[in-house]
């Protein structure tokens, strides 16, 4: 205690904290010593009592303040979610009703900040859901095996204090203090800048706006060819500008790939497909997809490049395709997820199908899956994607995707939004070709056409008049929607459609007055690669339902373990920027949903 006291009378004396010191010598000889096994033991019997108020209580004034993060967020949080089921798991309604009330409270203040990740997202629904023990997402919290799990990861984070104590010397806060003032600097040096670049931005305008009027004014003769290559420097600078702001949180500088470090693929590959551990197998695949989704553009490309050139997959062996069909749910899961992105940028793609079973094994999922499932979801998005390409449309027509496409989309009550519109854009894009056609005949899929032409989703609308205005290059469509009353139907559509909606039904009845099968606007089926497209942003599809209860590293965290130490390090990025999902920073950054792209659209 001696030692303790002394180091506590040095960091107060050096920290000029005199009443601090004052009131620790005033209580000091009061106060009857206790273990750290005390402390623990009170904390337990709290959570096996179910006593929400005496575990808090306790928990908070065990934990020092600077210690308050990363594990010890994510069980406050778990141990919220254990006291707010815990009167349903016991049958007490009435507690249940006051301990939503404190949850709700709770979501709203010191839970805030950590809801908006991934992880603990889903949780802001939980106050609204009736029966929460039978809703698939919350079910397991309301099982004995999950709170004795809960239980031994809070016994094991408090055990942490005393193999490695951490509050015993002032470590822990002198790295706490280095980081907020390399944070305070490095943000300087960015406003400092930031400004100088904007700065000189405006002075470049403003003399280009002065040689302008002075040419204007017969003054002086401007080089306008000269004064054009400027503008259109400054327009790239905006566009990177405009980049840059929204690929990245607050003022923080975009962080160069050389700051993430270069990955040891051989040996993150083992531990890919040795899959000793589920777990971390998901967090390896997730944090894989995070370099990709919280990154940007053109960090994300070179990421990709890597991967490709890696082979992280293991595509040349059809390493994706044994993933998803590897039957833990959540491990076939996270493979598509991170499929699916990868599946969004045309590199990407030219990557994915170097697996010869990757596009067999996602039909073969369609059809397995009989709910609206996450995996289900990012199977259909994927193949979509894929189905930019002529190769892969006819190999999903010969696998009847089409036939699939219609029964499931005959059901679009049942279907998300996401399954709804890249179901609809995959439909449209496999209706392009002429195998495709013959069987939208067999199938009768104007019935499908008509009930979905008129659809809420705007964007179901757009590919389902893609789809239309496809197949209608055949006289066979054409007799048979005059008999089905389409003429009518679109007319009247038009006369009640916005100007996007009715470019699109005009074509479309161009295209059934057209006298001449397959020449009126027809779509050339010579080439074999996908059309040329504007850049995408790569999105995470379905991160909202990311729940990964994982108690290891997860992010760059985890990825540290396989980063290649070189001689010449770059330059580390700054220590406050977030390496794991809990931060609302530069790794937090998650881009909006991109829709499907279709070939057909630069005609409708």
């Known amino acids: 205690m001696e030692d303790s006291g002394a180091e506590v009378h040095f960091y107060c004396i050096l920290h000029n904290l005199r009443k601090t010191l004052k009131c620790f010598y005033e209580e000091l000889p009061s106060k009857q010593n206790a273990t750290h096994e005390t402390w623990h033991k009170a904390v337990l019997q709290a959570f096996d009592k179910g006593n929400r108020k005496e575990f808090f ?44 009330k404190t949850f709700k409270e709770f979501l709203n203040t010191k839970g805030a900040e950590l809801c908006k990740t991934s992880q603990f997202l889903p949780f802001y629904a939980l106050p609204h859901i009736q029966e929460p023990q039978k809703h698939p997402t919350f079910q397991k919290f309301f099982t004995q095996n999950w709170t004795t799990q809960l239980r031994s990861r809070i016994e094991k984070y408090l055990k942490s204090f005393v193999e490695n104590p951490q509050t015993d010397n002032s470590k822990e806060l002198k790295n706490e203090l280095a980081k907020s003032r390399h944070r305070e600097e490095y943000l300087r ?112 490309m070179a990421v990709l490049q890597d991967y490709s050139s890696s082979d992280v997959l293991q595509l040349q062996e059809a390493g994706l395709s044994l993933l998803l069909r590897e039957r833990p749910p959540k491990l076939t899961e996270f493979a598509s997820k991170l499929a699916n992105v990868i599946a969004s940028d045309g590199n990407g793609r030219s990557y994915l199908l170097q697996d010869p079973h990757l596009i067999p094994t996602l039909v073969r999922i369609l059809h397995q899956e009989k709910s609206d499932s996450i995996l289900r979801q990012n199977a259909i998005g994927i193949l979509q994607k894929l189905s930019l390409r002529k190769r892969p449309q006819t190999l999903m027509i010969q696998l009847k995707v089409i036939e699939w496409l ?51 989703n705007p964007n179901v609308r757009t590919y389902i008049n893609g789809t239309l205005y496809s197949i209608l290059t055949k006289d066979t469509f054409k007799q048979k929607a005059r008999e089905m009353g389409f003429e009518s139907l679109l007319e009247k559509l038009y006369q009640d459609s916005d100007e996007a909606f009715r470019n699109q039904i005009f074509y479309i009845l161009e295209q059934m007055k057209c006298e001449y099968e397959d020449s009126c606007y027809s779509e050339e089926e010579a080439e074999d690669d996908e059309p040329p497209a504007e850049e995408e942003s790569i999105s995470d599809e379905e991160d909202a339902e990311d729940l990964l209860d994982y108690s290891g590293l997860l992010g760059e965290d985890l990825l540290k373990h396989y980063i290649i130490p070189t001689s010449s390090s770059p330059t580390p990025a700054p220590s406050f920027i977030s390496q794991s999902p809990q931060d609302n920073s530069f790794y937090a950054f998650k881009p909006p949903r991109k829709l499907p792209s279709t070939p057909i659209q630069k005609h409708l």
């Open 57 to 100: 209580s306790v928990w908070e004034e065990y934990i020092p303040e600077m210690l308050k993060k990363d594990e010890y967020e994510k069980l406050e949080f778990y141990a919220q979610i254990y006291f707010t089921v815990l009167p349903l798991i016991l049958g007490n309604k009435e507690a249940w009703n006051s301990e939503i």
């Open 189 to 300: 040096n960015a406003l400092i800048e930031s400004n100088s670049k904007w700065t000189s931005f405006s002075m470049n305008l403003l003399d280009i706006s002065s040689q302008l009027l002075q040419h204007i004014d017969g003054e002086a003769k401007a080089n306008l060819g000269v004064l054009r290559r400027k503008l259109q420097e400054l327009g790239k600078f905006l566009v990177s500008s405009e980049e840059s702001v929204s690929n990245t949180s607050s003022v923080l500088p975009v962080v160069g790939k050389e700051q993430l470090g270069q990955l040891n693929f051989a040996k993150l590959k083992q531990d890919l497909f040795k899959r000793d551990s589920e777990e971390r197998v998901c967090a390896l695949l997730q944090a894989l997809r995070w370099r990709l989704t919280r990154t940007p553009a053109s960090v994300r």
């Open 406 to 456: 219609v029964a499931v989309l005959t059901k679009d009550s049942e279907l998300s939004d996401y399954s709804l519109e890249y179901s609809a854009a995959l439909l449209m894009n496999l209706s392009l070709r002429t195998p495709g056609k013959v069987v939208c005949e067999q199938v009768d899929i104007l019935e499908l056409l008509k009930k979905l032409i008129v659809h809420r």
